[in-house]
């Protein structure tokens, strides 16, 4: 198995690694799959990411292609994917039965969250899948395939996304952390790693947030040091790093994290440099030594697009939640437009099979009624 440092993405075959980093996961052992492993049933095609709760994968089964999440071999990982993995089977109850059919026949609105499908071939109670690779207990997830490009990748070809781009895109990413809101859930790991986009009929970029992030409550607030290292510091809320202050921790973390997105598409930059840098330093940049994070486009501060940023990313007095967010957003820029989805094949299909079957009854009926009306 490979192993992998997600800072200086480096890649090595036999465990052994130099990195700058003195905490680079791949030094802990974070160990990757690679092309033609199965995890079960599950053939691995393509490794798509790597974060610091899982791995993202592309993979096959039975010929079909899905995308598998697999959670480090550590105990909070594992525990995050499950915690995952039952939010998703909760908010689509639609993806089984005679619902599931139903909606295959009408056009549907894209996916805004990974669609789960069943771990194993046949249908289990529990929505994640455990299993022994080589030695090492594995929870993993598995998904509806899901075709884009990491937001991340995208920046790097096009650092400054046209800014109505970028509102769309975390307004979007805003709706799908609506569930997260309404539980009383919390993400903390928002980064653009974690959001995958794609451009639709009309060129405009659709986002849909790969992972929900450590879902965490107010009341385990007391525990938040043992999650903190999973968080990006360079995303991550001031109030989150200070883990002498946990009960400080609010929705508005979120915000804080989603409003670092928004900067970094509009900036054309991150607003704190993440490449071969330790945690500890960017913690310190975050909570202490912190800038002033300037857009430097005067027709975002005529628009009042810049006081949105500098209050979703401020260190006090930030939206309450992402919602509050994406609404400031929407009064600039309106909400998204919508998408044009293709017709389904099998709805076109009943409709021409529906179609025949009128054209043969009016046939049959002319058949059987003419000669009456002859002899009439």
Do not use: C, Q
């Given at each position: 198995m490979e192993r992998y440092c997600e800072r200086c993405e480096r890649v090595t075959v036999d465990g052994h690694l130099w990195c700058q980093d003195p905490e680079c996961p791949a030094e802990?052992?974070?160990a990757l799959l690679g092309y033609g492993d199965f995890l079960g049933?599950?053939?691995?095609?393509?490794l798509v990411r790597v974060w610091r709760t899982a791995a993202l994968y592309e993979a096959e089964r039975q010929g079909l292609g899905v995308l598998l999440k697999v959670a480090h071999p550590t105990d909070e990982c594992a525990e995050r994917l499950k915690r995952e993995a039952l939010l998703l089977e909760a908010l689509a109850p639609w993806q089984s039965g005679v619902a599931a059919w139903i909606r295959s026949f009408l056009p549907s609105r894209r996916d805004l969250l990974p669609v789960p499908l069943a771990p194993y071939p046949t249908r289990m109670k529990r929505p994640y899948g455990e299993i022994t690779f080589r030695g090492e207990p594995r929870v993993y997830s598995v998904y509806r395939h899901a075709k884009g490009k990491i937001l991340s990748d995208l920046l790097l070809e096009n650092p400054q996304l046209w800014h109505t781009y970028a509102s769309w895109i975390v307004q979007t990413v805003g709706e799908s952390l609506h569930p997260l809101v309404a539980n009383n859930r919390m993400h903390l790991c928002l980064t653009p790693d974690v959001v995958m986009v794609?451009?639709?009929?009309?060129?405009?970029?659709?986002?849909?947030?790969?992972?929900l992030g450590?879902?965490?409550?107010?009341?385990?607030n007391g525990h938040l040091a043992d999650w903190l290292r999973l968080c990006e510091p360079a995303y991550s809320a001031p109030e989150l790093l200070a883990a002498a202050r946990p009960e400080a921790l609010s929705p508005a973390a979120d915000v804080y994290s989603l409003g670092m997105i928004l900067y970094e598409m509009l900036a054309g930059h991150p607003g704190f440099e993440t490449k071969l840098r330790r945690d500890d330093q960017l913690r310190e940049d975050v909570t202490q030594n912190r800038k002033p994070l300037s857009l430097g486009r005067p027709e975002l501060e005529q628009s009042g697009v810049t006081g949105i940023v500098e209050r979703a990313v401020a260190p006090t007095g930030?939206?309450?939640?992402?919602?509050?967010?994406?609404?400031?957003?929407?009064?600039?820029?309106?909400?998204?437009?919508?998408?044009?989805?293709?017709?389904?094949?099998?709805?076109v299909v009943l409709l021409i099979l529906a179609a025949v079957a009128l054209l043969?009854?009016?046939?049959?009926?002319a058949i059987i009624l003419l000669p009456v009306l002859l002899g009439g």
């Open positions: 802990e052992g974070y049933d599950l053939k691995v095609t393509k794609e451009a639709d009929r009309d060129g405009v970029l659709r986002p849909m947030l790969l992972d450590l879902l965490l409550d107010g009341s385990e930030r939206y309450a939640n992402v919602i509050e967010f994406t609404r400031a957003l929407a009064k600039v820029y309106s909400s998204p437009p919508s998408e044009r989805r293709p017709v389904p094949r099998r709805l043969a009854v009016g046939i049959l009926a």
